[in-house]
């Protein structure tokens, strides 16, 4: 992970602006971090020292269940905050972040700003936009599974956690996210491959047809 300063940090608080979220001049206490693919923003269990703001790529959210099984429960794309949990709830136990394509976040220390933060009326509305939003979505997709089948699920899923037209995710997590068995996976994916919409390389695909997974997942995308 980097931290910008100086012009570079200056240029994106300019160009993607979070002024207006806050009544405080909040810009003196953001921190600019850039993440490559892979990296964790927070890691499991471990209570994060800022309140994120993505600002440009997407990353994705981890729970470790009592069994030791590893899900991934949800995405982060830009103009989504994280760690508003861990500000509303010291004791809120803390889900894995990892970086899914090379993400800029704003990042504000909890140290400097938490009572600010909690204080800030206008800051609230905002989160609370952002959390009503945010649970909507989960409800909704609590529902795709059963109004959408594999075909457009997937294209979706392809498409959220491509990076640079490449798609890797392992198999088994791909399974658990959509509530579908490993043969039904593989078997619509070899039809992607069929009809060129992916193309495989190494343990990698390919999108070769990105208009076509777009077409797919037109439904869910809204």
């Not at 200056?10 to 810009?27: G, M, R």
Request: net charge neutral; aromatic share 12%; charged share 25%.
């Amino acid at each position: 992970m980097d931290v910008y300063s100086g012009e570079k940090k200056q240029q994106y608080l300019k160009e993607h602006s979070i002024s207006n979220h806050f009544s405080f001049p909040i810009d003196t206490y953001i921190e600019v971090h850039d993440y490559q693919r892979n990296e964790w923003i927070i890691r499991e269990g471990k209570k994060p020292d800022y309140l994120f703001y993505m600002v440009e790529g997407k990353a994705k959210i981890y729970t470790t269940h009592q069994n030791g099984k590893v899900s991934l429960i949800n995405f982060i794309k830009p103009h989504d905050y994280i760690g508003e949990m861990e500000l509303i709830h010291e004791s809120y136990y803390s889900k894995g972040i990892q970086v899914a394509a090379r993400s800029i976040c704003f990042a504000i220390p909890f140290q400097e700003c938490r009572t600010k933060l909690l204080e800030d009326v206008t800051f609230l509305r905002e989160l609370t936009t952002f959390l009503s939003k945010k649970a909507t979505f989960m409800a909704t997709k609590s529902s795709q599974s059963q109004a959408f089948p594999l075909e457009n699920r997937l294209a979706h899923f392809i498409l959220e956690l491509s990076d640079q037209g490449i798609y890797q995710e392992k198999h088994v997590t791909v399974c658990d996210y959509l509530g579908v068995s490993y043969r039904h996976l593989l078997h619509v994916i070899h039809q992607f491959c069929e009809k060129g919409f992916l193309e495989k390389e190494g343990r990698s695909f390919l999108i070769k047809d990105e208009q076509a997974l777009l077409g797919l997942a037109e439904g869910l995308r809204h």
